[in-house]
């Protein structure tokens, strides 16, 4: 069976440092690939897909960024943090686009 | 483009209570739908989906949805809540063909009186 999932859980970070959040996904062969993030008392927000090894959409311009290095991996970084980063993260995958998405665990990033 | 619309932001029912949460969406042609929930401080999970035929989908832990084209609906039914049910739910769309991805609603937090 397939599972997915993502680390750190928690994460505390001092605004202007840099940020990595990692996916993976296993039991299942190229996989379509997304970040998520939630920010309190909101709703989901798309921030990057990927539908293959290094191929990286970005739905919202920020100072995230995403990469593919291998095919069941997806990594959300930042160079330098802003407060306004703060939220919930969440990784999911999908069999195909617009299809069911399975989400991780999530992970709780605070920029203090 | 695509959007759904969860107009309750907070709903609170008692236990044994029946519920309905409300999703509607805008888009012309037939979509998929699902339904997660979340727990706090967790991932969401499926609670059920529709692709196409049966308009009433049963779903797990007792939730049942039903599709209704004329009303661009996909409202989220239970005859009896549990205490266990209280979460965030939401309702999500996706278009047939490639490149859409799915489009989430605001979702609608649930809270259960005892």
């Known amino acids: 069976s397939q599972t997915i999932h993502q680390w750190p859980a928690t994460l505390v970070q001092p605004v202007g440092s840099p940020l990595s959040l990692e996916c993976t996904v296993e039991?299942?062969?190229?996989?379509?690939l997304y970040w998520y993030r939630q920010a309190a008392g909101r709703g989901l927000q798309l921030l990057f897909y990927?539908?293959?090894?290094?191929?990286i959409s970005s739905e919202v311009p920020q100072n995230l960024s995403a990469s593919r290095p291998q095919d069941r991996q997806f990594i959300l970084s930042s160079k330098k943090l802003l407060l306004s980063d703060s939220g919930f993260y969440l990784c999911a995958w999908s069999v195909r686009v617009a299809g069911e998405l399975f989400f991780g665990e999530g992970s709780r990033l605070t920029v203090l | 483009a695509q959007s759904v619309t969860q107009p309750d932001i907070h709903i609170t029912v008692s236990e044994g209570a029946s519920l309905e949460l409300r999703c509607n969406y805008s888009?012309?042609?037939?979509?998929?739908l699902f339904w997660y929930v979340q727990s706090p401080g967790q991932g969401l999970q499926l609670l059920l989906k529709?692709?196409?035929?049966?308009?009433l989908v049963q779903g797990i832990k007792g939730f049942e949805a039903e599709f209704k084209r004329s009303q661009s609906s996909f409202n989220l039914r239970k005859p009896s809540v549990h205490w266990s049910d209280a979460a965030e739910y939401f309702c999500?769309?996706?278009?047939?063909?490639?490149?859409?991805?799915?489009?989430f609603g605001g979702g609608t937090r649930l809270m259960v009186k005892p």
């Open positions: 888009y012309g042609a037939t979509p998929y």
């Open positions: 529709y692709f196409s035929g049966d308009t």
């Open positions: 039991g299942t062969s190229n996989p379509n």
């Open positions: 999500a769309v996706g278009v047939r063909g490639a490149g859409n991805m799915l489009t």
């Open positions: 990927s539908v293959g090894i290094g191929q």
